[in-house]
């Protein structure tokens, strides 16, 4: 029984030490978890963007910010071929032109209307200067007549494939 006392005193002591130890450790350089720093505060501020899909000019115009393009308003356009007035972007100085319909249902049934080629829009038979490149999301459908890589890459990027055009 002495002997069993004497391995539970000294159980308890090597406990007591380590514990001891333990809250001894930082004054003692021993290791100890390391600290953690939050990162710096950014420098410049980040892109002002939604994120979320795209349901208006707005989203549209967000969007393509955020893709580092430079994206300017240019005024209204009424086309002959959509029933909603159009609203002129300059996207890198080139000319996109955003229908925002009632609803996503009233923009498919527009761009149903739409070629595959893009050459005609319901009854309506077209000529463009430069290939037509139509874009849709949600209730918005995006015109783009141009091959600026960069204004087509970031209207990919902002609205998806193209669904009708060259």
């Keep these: 029984m002495a002997d069993r006392m004497k391995t539970g005193v000294i159980g308890i002591l090597a406990l007591l030490g380590v514990f001891v130890l333990a809250s001894c450790a930082p004054q003692m350089g021993l290791a100890t978890a390391p600290t953690v720093t939050p990162p710096p505060a950014p420098t410049e501020p980040p ?4 994120g979320g899909p795209v349901n208006s000019y707005t989203d549209v115009v967000d969007a393509l910010r955020a893709q580092g ?4 308003p240019a005024g ?4 002959p071929f959509f029933p909603v007035e159009a609203q002129v972007i300059k996207v890198n100085g080139h000319d996109v032109q955003v229908f925002e319909f009632a609803d996503a249902a009233a923009a498919e049934a527009a761009a149903a209307t739409v070629s595959s080629a893009g050459s005609a829009v319901g009854t309506t038979m077209l000529n463009w200067v430069e290939p037509p490149h139509f ?3 949600g209730p918005v459908i995006v015109l783009y007549v141009g ?3 960069a ?3 970031a209207l990919n990027a902002s609205l998806g494939p193209q669904f009708a055009g060259g």
């Design 135 to 137: 874009f849709r999301a």
């Design 76 to 79: 209204t356009l009424q086309q």
């Design 47 to 50: 892109v002002a963007a939604h």
């Design 151 to 153: 204004v087509l890459d």
């Design 69 to 72: 393009v430079t994206v300017e």
């Design 147 to 149: 091959n600026d890589t």
